[in-house]
């Protein structure tokens, strides 16, 4: 069966066209990976983002056929919109049905930022201003503290996936500060992911995506080293001696 | 940049990872997902119910093109049934759709090809109606017979060299080509070996699928390695050739 060594089902919101692709280009031998869409419309508006709570559970039902070893929701704000509470609530309903770890970005975020040990960092979304208050709350529950936010600021949730790599890029490198620890780059919409090395030779300090943050869980989560080189400390990290252990703690904490 | 949005069997963990492992770097995939757990004439019926809202979804990723990447679920009412199931998704998308019925009818066209062996993961009731889709639209099957599942998971774990035995086993001088249908069966890895080997061309249905999608959004490139259909995308169809 393809996915002998891993099968990922990944639930991605339905206008997303980032997230499936980057995480095939990144998948090793062996690994998987099993795509269902969360119905919902193009504007990232609060009422869309709640909904997806719900709407996500059908999408899980069906990836779930594929016996997957690990399932990834993969939407960021659509993980914290309404709290840490709410994230556990859609991690405990999506292993409920698919009787699989379940990962969220939101929880992925989190939990890469406390495993790097880091207080205070910067944020760069595309996200509106409600949402992006939202963010900087749910990363301050976890003992996390948002520094500088520097946002796309777009509510059309398919052109996030317009902003090119290069505009990510200067977005990251113009907006931190030295004051802080690391970036994170929020949605799984924004490419970002061919960027994130370059970002931290450039910039001397951690940075990390949606996309990878929530691979390095579900990785971690399979006992799989993927051996992803060229996509951040964070994933080469799982190339680490007892790395694993280290994510799936913090998946279990977050 | 093209985007194809692909509608595929809930428990399907064969056709995704094909798909992926053919495009061409600047086409991306968008799955979505249609319940489905046996091969069965009831459950494929059922398969369809969501096929609106799951092409709706797909639009809102502003795919090019959607594919119904199943087989059995586009041939299960015989004639035009495939083709009733492609205006379903159209017209609730709005997006140029087809399905793997479709695309296997039209590449057996495109080859010139009339008399053909049925080779398939289904039972022999499946099987049945598959040969009849394809008697029905012109083809003179010389041959059909299954391995005989129902449980799509199941198929999903048979290795591609079962594809390539049953091939093999049913092969016989008097067919111009081979159907392998099924698009939960591992076919891909066989096929080139396979024509080598009977030097005639072999269809999978995922294949087809991989074709009339690249067709769709107008690419002219090939892609070697999985038979001559996909490795001469822009060879002139021998149907047109004759007319």
Redesign the interface.
Known sequence: MYGWRGRIGLLVPSINTTMETEFWRIAPEGVSVHTARIAGGREGTPEELRNMENASKKAAEEVGMVEPDVVVYGCTSGSFFEGPAWNKKICEQLTAITKAPTVTTAGAMVACLMAGGHKKVDVVTPYVEVTNERLKQFAKAHGVEVAKLGTFDMLDMFDHAKILPEEIYAKVKEMTTPDSEAVFVACTQLRALEVLDMLERDLGKPVYSAVQASAWQAYAAMNVDPKIMDCGSLLRKLSEPDSHKIAVKHLRSA | MS?IGLLVP?????V???F?RALPNEV??????????QIATDSIAGMVSDIE??S???A???VDVIVLGAAAPSFLKGLGYDREMAKKIEAASGKRATTTSTALVEALKHLGVSRVVLGAAYDDKVNAIAKNFLEVNGFNVLAAHGLGLVDN?VV??LDASSAYDLARKIDRPDAEAIVLACTNW?TMDVIERLERELNKPVLSTTQVSIWAALRAIGRVEGVPGYGRLLRDLAAPSKQTQLA
């Not at chain 2, 809930?10 to 064969?14: A, C, I, R, Y």
């Not at chain 2, 991306?28 to 757990?37: D, E, F, G, M």
């Open positions: 985007r809930s428990s399907n963990t064969t995704e990872p094909e992926y991306t995939l968008h799955v979505a997902r249609l319940h489905l757990s809202q799951r709706r979804d797909l809102t990723a502003d998971l999903g774990r591992k």
